[in-house]
């Protein structure tokens, strides 16, 4: 494991923090799968987005959980931006850096995300082909959520004040004034209108997982694009990938992974359900997390092609040679939705 810090491509000004995962018996000589980790709407890479990405190391990928631009160890004015547009250009600015490390196949290349992450990384395979394979954890769409509200209760258009309170809040911050936040958790426990959201506090601001980086709010300005955002925007034509979803069977959010597995225009795309796992059990409850891991490892496995490439093939030299697929672990294809695997 090694932390690194690179220029944003799409943003030069902003350095990325990153922590970088290498499987056992890593040789920078070789060349590995690579999977992208990006963590929740107000998360840092020193949490959830890093339990999953050093679980999956140990399948033999290399991983890398980053900071977002603005957030967490990474660099940007005004701290703590949630651009949900910026987000997803990071995974591809993520990527970029990928492609600088010789060990690094860019052949077999996944993009995973949790939460907002998740849907982050569903919009940035819809944009980027260098993506080949998805997998998401507690899918969360985050434009749908702050429209239509964590039950989907909501209709769109009473989110229009959001967009108004986000963009009287840039013109505050233009003339010189305080910079104002909104909680993207509970700040306090009897904040929480109900249980999930009040794990979503003791994740953030308890010793469960608290982070001093992760301060668990945005920017009141972010509120513009993230009303307007749609993290699956053309899915249903451009997001052909392989794409497994995981969620708890007890989620609010489950209904987004739902929506997520609708619309993507994949042939090759599973819903695997948790059982008894609520949208916060996912993030760092041993049982659930090792669940999830058990159904994401053979699948990137078995979805990315797999080939054995010399370290300078990458960058346009050398020998690529097929591997017989049997090399590594099957797994189950399909969409088909089931009691137990929708």
């Not at 998360?43 to 999956?56: D, F, I, P, R, S």
């Not at 949630?82 to 987000?87: C, K, M, Q, S, T």
């Not at 982050?120 to 997998?135: L, N």
């Not at 990938?241 to 989620?251: D, H, N, R």
Request: with cysteine; glycine share 8%; proline share 5%.
């Amino acid at each position: 494991m090694g932390k690194v810090t690179f220029a944003n491509s799409c943003n030069k000004a902003i350095a990325m923090s990153a922590v970088v995962n290498f499987p056992e018996g890593f040789d920078e000589n070789r060349v590995y799968p690579a999977i992208v980790v990006s963590h929740p709407g107000g998360g840092v890479k020193e949490q959830t987005a890093g339990t999953y990405a050093k679980k999956l190391a140990a399948h033999g990928f290399v991983t890398i959980a980053y900071d977002a631009s603005y957030q967490g160890e990474s660099t940007g004015e005004p701290r703590q931006l949630e651009n949900p547009y910026i987000r997803t250009e990071d995974i591809s600015a993520v990527i970029d850096y990928l492609a600088t490390l010789p060990y690094v196949d860019m052949n077999r290349l996944g993009a995973m995300g949790i939460c907002a992450g998740a849907g982050y990384a569903a919009c940035a395979a819809i944009q980027d082909r260098r993506i080949k394979a998805v997998g998401t954890v507690s899918a969360v769409n985050i434009g749908t959520l702050f429209r239509n509200g964590w039950d989907n209760s909501g209709k769109s258009i009473d989110a229009l004040p959001n967009i108004e309170a986000g963009s009287n809040a840039r013109t505050m911050d233009a003339r010189g004034a305080a910079l104002a936040t909104m909680p993207l958790a509970p700040l306090r426990e009897q904040d929480a209108p109900n249980e999930e959201m009040r794990q979503a506090w003791e994740y953030y601001h308890s010793v469960r997982a608290e982070c001093a980086t992760a301060p668990g709010f945005a920017t009141l300005r972010s509120l513009n694009q993230i009303v307007t955002y749609d993290a699956y925007h053309l899915a249903d034509i451009y997001l052909t990938q392989p794409l497994l979803i995981v969620a708890g069977s007890e989620a609010g959010s489950r209904w987004m992974s739902e929506e997520l597995f609708d619309r993507a225009a994949s042939k090759d795309k599973s819903f695997h359900v948790v059982d008894g796992a609520n949208h916060m059990d996912l993030y760092d409850v041993c049982r659930f997390v090792e669940e999830a891991v058990s159904v994401l490892a053979p699948f990137f496995l078995s979805r990315l092609p797999v080939m054995e490439v010399a370290s300078r093939a990458s960058r346009g030299e050398g020998h690529v040679r097929q591997i017989p697929s049997g090399r590594f672990p099957p797994t189950a294809r399909g969409g088909r939705r089931s009691a137990t695997n929708i």
